[in-house]
Every structure is written in structure tokens, then in C-alpha cells.
T-cell receptor, first 108, second 115 residues
Framework: AQRVTQPEKLLSVFKGAPVELKCNYS??????LFWYVQYSRQRLQLLLR??SRESIKGFTADLNKGETSFHLKKPFAQEEDSAMYYC??????????FGTGTRLQVFP | DAGVIQSPRHEVTEMGQEVTLRCKPI?????LFWYRQTMMRGLELLIY????????DSGMPEDRFSAKMPNASFSTLKIQPSEPRDSAVYFC?????????????FGPGTRLTVL
């Protein structure tokens, strides 16, 4: 079965601290992994995809097939990073399976 | 393009009433997805369409929920009768897998409150 697990509902850090939002997945094949973000009063939007291997707004995520993880990292958090973050998996169908989300709070 | 359009943005109704949520996908997109967002369960896929045809409705909670897509520019999600546990934010999203990758574009959501 396809499943995405985000173990933390809430992650609170101070500005300038490193951030790691955890995501683990369950899928027998080769998945596509994504991070979506929802800022306050904005639409849910794509942050990054593992196949692009890019850094967006200072965030990176590496797919670790051995640990079946796709953790989102940023070395120095900013207040504007405060948002809801969802990890998502696309398997062999056209649908995305989302995790339950992690709310990131960055305090000044 | 205004992006994915959903209406209404907010809906408050009483238990037992019928609720209809509407969605207009981005022009040219051939996939449409309906999601429900709650604090406890996060973002759950309810149903999705490809070329107006329902492909997977395994996420639809029960027979009280139904969805239609009569044409490429319009879809509805109906709840009849509504119950308080249906209170959630309902999102519509669309994409075109012809682009070779799977970013979904989300609407602003409809916040449903069932009293």
C-alpha cells in the first residue's frame, strides 16, 4: 500500500535555526516525491520535487530509498517559512498521496 | 489565468441539508482532483477525474458523497445529507500529465461548516 507519514504535527524553531521536516513513505516501486506548502491565506502550492534536485527558498530534500525518506531541510529558518508543509507521493497512478502535514512555526 | 476556481468559499449549513461545492479547473488541464482537509487526517483524496471520467473514487467516504464532471470546465462535489463530521476544507486541484510531471494546481478551497 502507498502511504506517507509525517510524524510531527507541529515543529517550532527560532529564526536562524536549522529545520528538518520528516517524511517517510511506503511504496514498493520507484516513487515520485514532492513537498507542497500552504502559507497563511494562500493556496497549497508545490515547493519542490525530488526529480528536480533543486533548492527552492533555501529548502532541499533528498530521496533516501534505503530509509524510504524524503526529509525537507533548511539550514537557517526564516519567519516567512512559517506554513503548513505536506509531503506527497506519486506511485504508478496519477494521484498524489499526501501525508497529514507538519505545521512549521518560526519565532523571531 | 485565474487558476482553479472554487465556489462558494465558505458554506455554513445545517445537518441534513444538501451541499454542492463547485470547481472550475485550469483551461487545458485534463485531470481534476477533489480533496478534503481536516486537522486530524490532513489532506485526503476523495476522487479524481481524467477527461471528465471518474478514475478513482475510493476515497469518497460514503454514499452521501457524489461527484460529477459534466464537461472539461466544471465539476461538482455534492453531500446529501450533510452531517457535522463533514465539516472541513474541500479543495479542488487540476493538472495536465501531458507535461510529463505531476504538479497539481490547487484552488482556494471551500470551508464547509455543518451545524
Amino acid at each position: 500500500a502507498q502511504r506517507v507519514t509525517q510524524p510531527e504535527k507541529l515543529l517550532s524553531v527560532f529564526k536562524g535555526a536549522p529545520v528538518e521536516l520528516k517524511c517517510n513513505y511506503s511504496y514498493s516501486g520507484s516513487p515520485e516525491l514532492f513537498w507542497y506548502v500552504q502559507y497563511s491565506r494562500q493556496r497549497l502550492q508545490l515547493l519542490l520535487r525530488h526529480i528536480s534536485r533543486e533548492s527552492i527558498k533555501g529548502f532541499t530534500a533528498d530521496l533516501n530509498k534505503g530509509e524510504t525518506s524524503f526529509h525537507l531541510k533548511k539550514p537557517f529558518a526564516q519567519e516567512e517559512d512559517s506554513a503548513m508543509y505536506y509531503c506527497a507521493l506519486r506511485g504508478h497512478t496519477d494521484k498524489l498521496i499526501f501525508g497529514t502535514g507538519t505545521r512549521l512555526q518560526v519565532f523571531p | 489565468d485565474a487558476g482553479v476556481i472554487q465556489s462558494p468559499r465558505h458554506e455554513v449549513t445545517e445537518m441534513g441539508q444538501e451541499v454542492t461545492l463547485r470547481c472550475k479547473p485550469i483551461s487545458g488541464h485534463d485531470y481534476l482532483f477533489w480533496y478534503r482537509q481536516t486537522m486530524m487526517r490532513g489532506l485526503e483524496l476523495l476522487i479524481y477525474f481524467n477527461n471528465n471520467v471518474p478514475i478513482d473514487d475510493s476515497g469518497m467516504p460514503e454514499d452521501r458523497f457524489s461527484a460529477k464532471m459534466p464537461n472539461a470546465s466544471f465539476s461538482t462535489l455534492k453531500i446529501q445529507p450533510s452531517e457535522p463530521r463533514d465539516s472541513a476544507v474541500y479543495f479542488c486541484a487540476s493538472n495536465s500529465n501531458g507535461q510529463g510531471w505531476a504538479e497539481q494546481f490547487f484552488g482556494p478551497g471551500t470551508r464547509l461548516t455543518v451545524l
